[in-house]
């Protein structure tokens, strides 16, 4: 039986908007087990020119300048082939703040963060993005929004953290003798809008109850040397190299990544939260469990060769 790591993630994310209540959510999981991961946040307002505000709750810290807003790589059709699948464009009528995008016959203002009107608080754990619709208001356009944002997903890089082992010399020893394969098994769970997972500040939020999310899809991007539960998927495919090269964050590897996708999209009951849950495997060989076979082999070859030579040397005297 090989080492086993299992480690677990749970990560509780909301959305709400003061105006019209009606959304859908994107998380774009580029998820690097050998570095930092990062999470693309997108938000589509269905009814943006009576929207007040959009409130989004991360669970976990972050600081202004880790918010990186993303709607300038738009401007690339290559980048929006990748995210949307289509052929489309932004176009020059831009204001201030905003951009016109258009795909699949269809305009959508595209919202460019500022610090003029986006926000961060702290809360007791976690952290509310709010971004301020009555700044930005005589930029909008459309009857749609659209804003997405990229942060560091710190939740899954403290899963992926090289953990301590406190066992003892002898434990360590056994189990590097018992097997040289060292299974590793994560969890991740994505819950949008439920309240059992929130911080008590963000539950007395009426608004946040009352939000209509009418679709939430998640894509996971992930090196091949993993295995991902897939059989829930919406999609999955080999992620695009080319088109995704100059959009992934740095340093992720996209020629070695399998992106799959869920979805879940509702006509009806609305207000409910959403729940995702992944599970991802890895098995490779224990560098420490070869040092210590190659170990045991010259020293039983050594040991071997003194024994023969007293042997030897013992009948010699007779």
């Not at 500022?114 to 971004?131: C, E, H, M, N, Q």
């Not at 991740?188 to 009426?206: F, M, T, V």
């Not at 999609?235 to 799959?260: F, Q, S, V």
Request: with cysteine; net charge negative; proline share 3%.
């Amino acid at each position: 039986m090989g080492n086993k790591k299992r480690k677990f993630a749970d990560d509780g994310w909301a959305l709400w908007i003061d105006g019209d209540d009606k959304s859908t959510v994107y998380l774009n999981e580029w998820i690097n087990p050998k570095g930092k991961s990062y999470v693309d946040v997108g938000v589509r307002i269905h009814g943006a020119k009576e929207t007040k505000a959009v409130n989004v709750f991360v669970p976990f810290e972050i600081e202004e300048k880790e918010v990186c807003d993303l709607s300038y790589m738009l401007e690339d059709v290559t980048v929006l082939r990748a995210l949307f699948n289509t052929a489309g464009e932004v176009n020059s009528k831009k204001t201030k703040y905003t951009s016109e995008l258009r795909y699949d016959d269809k305009e959508v203002s595209l919202i460019t963060l500022a610090d003029d009107f986006v926000s961060l608080k702290r809360v007791s754990y976690g952290t509310v993005i709010t971004i301020d619709f009555k700044v930005i208001n005589d930029c909008v356009t459309s009857s749609q929004a659209y804003m997405i944002f990229r942060i560091p997903h710190k939740t899954l890089d403290n899963v992926f953290a090289p953990t301590m082992d406190a066992k003892g010399i002898a434990d360590k020893i056994n189990l590097l003798i018992q097997s040289p394969i060292l299974s590793e098994k994560y969890g991740y769970s994505i819950r949008i809008n439920e309240a059992r997972l929130l911080p008590p500040e963000l539950n007395e939020i009426k608004a946040l109850h009352e939000q209509r999310i009418r679709k939430a899809l998640v894509t996971i991007s992930l090196s091949d040397e993993y295995e991902m539960n897939d059989s829930t998927c919406y999609r999955i495919r080999r992620l695009e190299a080319d088109l995704n090269r100059d959009y992934a964050p740095e340093g992720y590897d996209c020629a070695d990544a399998i992106t799959y996708q869920w979805v879940e999209e509702r006509d009806v009951n609305m207000k409910a939260h959403y729940n995702f849950y992944f599970t991802m495997g890895h098995n490779k060989i224990s560098k420490s469990s070869m040092f210590l076979y190659l170990c045991i082999v010259i020293l039983i070859g050594v040991t071997d060769a003194v024994i023969y030579d007293l042997i030897k040397l013992i009948l010699g005297l007779f």
